[in-house]
């Protein structure tokens, strides 16, 4: 028996295996780790012979689940917006926190001005917070830099994460994340100037899993983000996109047309939309956080990617400027507070569907062959991850095999 082989035993199982009933559960369950992977999982009284002499770890009970998983965040930044969010709460309007410097602009200039140790400073104690909440992987963004060697930095800091906390990190290139000061009204040239050079840039070191944009208004229109998914296409990189937040302008099926791993936000997409994803087998990411802070009315079309069988993440959308928070928690009681998503979908959203929105296949749920990132729990029942609020009923977190 090698020393990495053991059988975790006395637990409550949700193992969130699709079409296994509700949440999976099963009682009195028992897990075989070997090597960082799962060997085997069921009830106790079916332990195979194999695994029977293993080296026990009793759980007194405790519920385990898949470790969770955040998939989308803007995690690493510069400087933060507290003084905008009071001016908001003040009655400032959004062109006077511009005008005042506030706004993504804000950000920018405070990423920039950092240099990467800073940032990586910075977002550790973010990281920490979700490590604590039993999240093993998670997926962070480009998109404060807007220069080409700002992009690089951050995607760089994303990188390092790994090698300073036990946790997987997906990078996503966001160069298409808003136009810079300097290229006001010259939206195109940005894209041509400085997105796709740095896309280029950032593949060539190997620091790219996916790509981002943002189709809005505001933003990119759908023409601008199509020559980045291109682009993409050709350095044979997944996309995803954030779409429909504020207004239709048809950039979920613009993803779902690319084979997109995600479309998030979504509050304005319509049912042409829901059904190019379910044709796509897109994932929907729903992002409350983004929709509380802003105070937002028009809620993501829940029931119909029910009705289509799109598969719902939910992600913290962890930022400086819209959504604040890194609490996967929180996260999922405020997908089912404000838009009505069950306790189950709200954990199947941070652990299954979470890991496909980030194109992992060997995460997300307790089965055999996949890796042994769990999260173990002081609750009697699954529903209670998303029934609380502000309480963290962690006991511990298992990543790849070791307790943490």
Not at 249 to 255: R, Y
Request: charged fraction near 20%.
């Amino acid at each position: 028996m090698s020393s990495s082989q053991q059988l975790l035993i006395n637990l409550n199982l949700a193992s969130m295996v699709a079409g296994t009933g509700a949440y999976g559960l099963v009682e009195d369950a028992a897990i075989a780790v070997d090597d960082g992977r799962i060997a085997w999982c069921g009830s106790h009284d079916s332990v195979p012979p194999q695994y029977a002499g293993w080296q026990r770890q009793d759980l007194a009970g405790r519920l385990v689940t898949p470790a969770l998983i955040d998939c989308h965040t803007h995690i690493v930044f510069g400087g933060n917006r507290a003084r905008e969010f009071e001016m908001r709460l003040e009655g400032a309007t959004y062109e006077e926190v511009a005008r005042a410097g506030g706004g993504i602009v804000s950000t920018v200039s405070a990423t920039r001005s950092a240099t990467e140790r800073e940032l990586l400073n910075s977002a550790l104690p973010r990281i920490d917070a979700q490590l604590s909440e039993g999240v093993s992987a998670i997926e962070v963004k480009s998109g404060y830099g807007l220069d080409i060697e700002t992009e690089l930095t951050m995607l760089r800091v994303a990188r390092a994460i790994e090698q300073h906390r036990p946790v997987r990190v997906k990078t996503s290139f966001l160069g298409a994340h808003a136009v810079p000061a300097e290229y006001q009204g010259r939206a195109d040239a940005y894209i041509d100037d400085v997105c796709i050079p740095a896309l280029e840039k950032a593949h060539a070191e190997g620091l790219v899993d996916a790509v981002d944009g943002f189709c809005e208004g505001i933003a990119f229109m759908s023409a601008q983000i199509e020559r980045v998914f291109e682009k993409a296409d050709e350095l044979c990189l997944p996309v995803k996109l954030h779409a429909e937040q504020l207004s239709n302008l048809g950039g979920a099926k613009l993803a779902a047309s690319h084979g997109a791993l995600s479309a998030d936000h979504l509050e304005y997409l319509d049912e042409t939309g829901v059904k190019a994803m379910a044709d796509a087998g897109t994932v929907a990411v729903i992002l409350p956080g983004a929709f509380y802070t802003l105070r937002e009315t028009q809620m993501p079309p829940i029931d119909l990617f029910r009705k289509h069988k799109v598969a719902m993440a939910v992600a913290t959308d962890c930022n400086p400027g819209s959504s604040p928070m890194t609490s996967l928690l929180l996260t999922m009681n405020m997908a089912c507070t404000l838009f009505r998503m069950t306790p189950e979908e709200a954990l199947a959203g941070a652990t299954r569907n979470a890991a496909r929105a980030l194109g992992l296949d060997d995460t997300g749920t307790v089965e055999a062959g996949k890796r042994a990132d769990l999260a173990v729990w002081d609750v009697e029942h699954p529903s209670e991850l998303a029934y609380r609020i502000g309480f963290n009923p962690l006991h511990s977190r298992i990543f790849a095999g070791v307790v943490q």
